[in-house]
C-alpha cells in the first residue's frame, strides 16, 4: 500500500529528528536520527457518471477549491484520477 497522495503526488519525505537544540558546544550537540515525516492521508469517495470513485487525498488537497468542486459535483473528476483508481465502484 503506498502512501501517496492521488491527486497531488506528495509523499513520504525524509529528514532528521532532534532530541533538543543543536546548538552549542560539540559535546552538547543533538543526535540526528533518520525520521520518514508521513503526509496524512484520508480515503475520499468521489461521485462520477460512471460511479463513485474511491480516492487517497491529502487533508491539504481536500480542504482546496478544486478538489470541493469535484466533490460537490460542479466540475467532473478528470479521467486519470478515475482511472488511477484501484477502488473504482459500480454505480448504484
Known sequence: MS???QVSGVGPMK???RRH???GPW???APKKNHTFLP???TVTVHT???RVRLKVTTSVMS???FQDYLAGVR???AHLASNSKHHLKKD
Do not use: A, F, Y
Request: some cysteine.
Open 40 to 42: 496524512n492521508l484520508q
Open 15 to 17: 529528514g532528521h529528528r
Open 64 to 66: 482546496s477549491r478544486d
Open 3 to 5: 502512501r501517496v497522495c
Open 21 to 23: 537544540p543543536h546548538s
Open 76 to 78: 467532473p473528476l478528470p
Open 27 to 29: 559535546k552538547l550537540r
Open 49 to 51: 457518471p460512471e460511479g
